[in-house]
């Protein structure tokens, strides 16, 4: 099956410092990636829609300015953290959706990204 | 807006019995599809089951089978012959046309030996 890689898997950073999550998809273009947040023992909200050669569509609540979202190809996707705050510390979640954009694809998840602020 | 509700944050269940996870959900889009993933401790999501708003039949996938009723706007997760490693996370979620998905508040199985 298709597969979403994401880097790196856990990460602590010193507050005030900016932090990088990648997210790719290795066996197929994916125009339309999704980054999601999801605190200890909840559900995941979506943060942003991130599609190809565009800028991302945040959810309402979401700092665009906090949560910088690059993607450049069809394979990669960039979360950035910047000025990170021990309030960011969350496990970020990435998943992709192919250039057939078939709705009864499963969605293709990332491994996730445990960030931990200190 | 489309909503989700999973109302059991925990389930019990003995090892080699069946258990039904409960899910509902809210749309106006005629078109949907609805899904259930497995999130164990680690924190990957790990796809289960899907099931398209046009599909006649429920979906199987080995041990796992999803019952939809439609008109009650259910899609309730039962799996079969539950093993200890069935114990984690489990979330109901519905993807629009636009690929954005939404998902429940997760249901967490204990499989007891």
């Known amino acids: 099956g298709a597969v979403v890689s994401q880097h790196p898997s856990w990460v602590i950073c010193k507050s005030g410092t900016s932090v990088k999550i990648e997210c790719r998809s290795l066996?197929?273009?994916?125009?339309?990636m999704f980054w999601y947040r999801q605190f200890p023992k909840q559900s995941l909200m979506l943060m942003a829609t991130?599609?190809?050669?565009?800028?991302?569509?945040?959810e309402q609540g979401v700092e665009k300015d906090k949560f910088l979202i690059n993607h450049a190809s069809l394979t990669l996707s960039t979360l950035t953290v910047t000025s990170a705050h021990p309030e960011d510390s969350s496990f970020y979640i990435c998943?992709?959706?192919?250039?057939?954009?078939?709705?009864?694809?499963?969605?293709?998840f990332g491994q996730g990204t445990r960030l931990t602020v200190v | 807006a489309q909503k989700i509700t999973q109302t059991q944050p925990g389930m019990f269940v003995q090892e080699k019995e069946a258990v039904t996870l409960d899910c509902t959900y809210d749309?106006?889009?005629?078109?949907?599809?609805l899904f259930w993933y497995k999130q164990p401790s680690s924190g990957e999501m790990i796809f289960l089951i899907y099931?398209?708003?046009?599909?006649?039949q429920n979906a199987t996938e080995g041990r796992y089978s999803l019952n939809f009723q439609k008109a009650r706007k259910s899609a309730n997760l039962v799996i079969s012959a539950s093993q200890l490693g069935d114990s984690a996370m489990y979330f109901c979620?519905?993807?629009?046309?636009?690929?954005?998905?939404?998902f429940g508040d997760g249901t967490t199985l204990t499989v007891k030996p």
């Open positions: 979620a519905m993807r629009d046309g636009a690929g954005k998905s939404t």
């Open positions: 066996d197929f273009q994916a125009t339309t």
């Open positions: 099931q398209g708003s046009y599909d006649q």
């Open positions: 749309t106006s889009d005629p078109s949907y599809g």
């Open positions: 998943s992709a959706r192919d250039v057939v954009g078939r709705l009864n694809t499963e969605a293709f």
């Open positions: 991130s599609n190809e050669g565009s800028k991302a569509t945040y």
